[in-house]
């Protein structure tokens, strides 16, 4: 598959790493965007998970709920402008309060919008509002959620919607807690309630994440193993130059990538990568590994993040809501942030203006 300019742009406006880089993951995945986001976590190129989304399109999110269930969608606009207008905004709530009712029916699910649109009417309704308000308006997704409790959160005004849903004792207390707990999501997006929701597939292919990635920052790896690779760096790979600052520096091994050269870091780098298996089978390296998987799921998994609002600062979700109620369990989520995932178009009206003129 041809490798182009825009999905070399995409690719960086979603990991934030360099073209070249980009370029290359793209390549050795064929093209697969998702694959070469994970070839670019592994090499530790890319940036955290929680940017690696661009927000560039605009729209809101707009929320339903009746008889234990609820829909949020999201309606995008071309402009923030449109977005804040009433007309649009009301067309929006129109779109939720049909998803739900659809769903309550036992319609089409948040998979299928266009079925969607066209069972309820909304497809020759989104024309005649297009037309209207003189933007492009794309009805983008909608998802559900049912359970004892449902709660929804807005936040920014529509930029980000929020569904929980729960099993529990109906009460003020258990509803004022799961408002929190949407609170959390809206705040922190994480991609699963509990631990047990990853397949073994996704965790191996975690664990696989973090041990290519330290293998490409040998600095990021246990001292022992580190020191061997730098001894056999200095006795084989580096140049006379690099040796000195290693001697000059090696006491403040924090600050000692920051004076070799990108020749020297390269080819411990590849030492690193070479010795792949006998660092795999280090138990030292297996701890360390453990642990940053481990805190990988505390950033993933809802009820392992810490509490936003804990006083103690440690307290967990699930930790909180088990002081509220321990029979208290959220049993879905869904949180939808406008735009994410969408690249929106840079304009050049300079650019524009001068192929008018030409033209």
Known sequence: MAITSAMVKELRDKTGAGMMDCKKALNEVAGDMKAAIEVLQKKGVAKAAKKASRIAAEGITKVAVKKGEACVVEVNSETDFVAKNEIFRDFVQEVADKALESSLQGGVNGEDVEQFMEETGLKEELIDKTATIGEKLSVRRFAKVKGDHVVCYIHGGGRIGVLVAASGERNDANKEALNNVAMQIAAMNPEYIQQSDLSDEEKAKQEEIVKESALNDPFSLPKPIL???????????????????????????????????????????????????KIYGNKIFTGLVNGRVNKRYKEMCLYDQVYVRAEDGKQTVAQYLKSVDENLVITDMVRFEVGEGIEKKEEDFAAEVAAQMNA
């Open 227 to 277: 020191m061997e690779l730098l001894d056999k760096a200095v006795a084989e790979k580096w140049s006379e130059e690099d040796k000195a600052i290693f001697e000059e520096k090696k006491s403040k091994m924090n600050f000692l990538p920051n004076f070799l050269s990108d020749e020297a870091k390269e080819s411990l780098k590849q030492l690193s990568l070479d010795a792949k298996d």
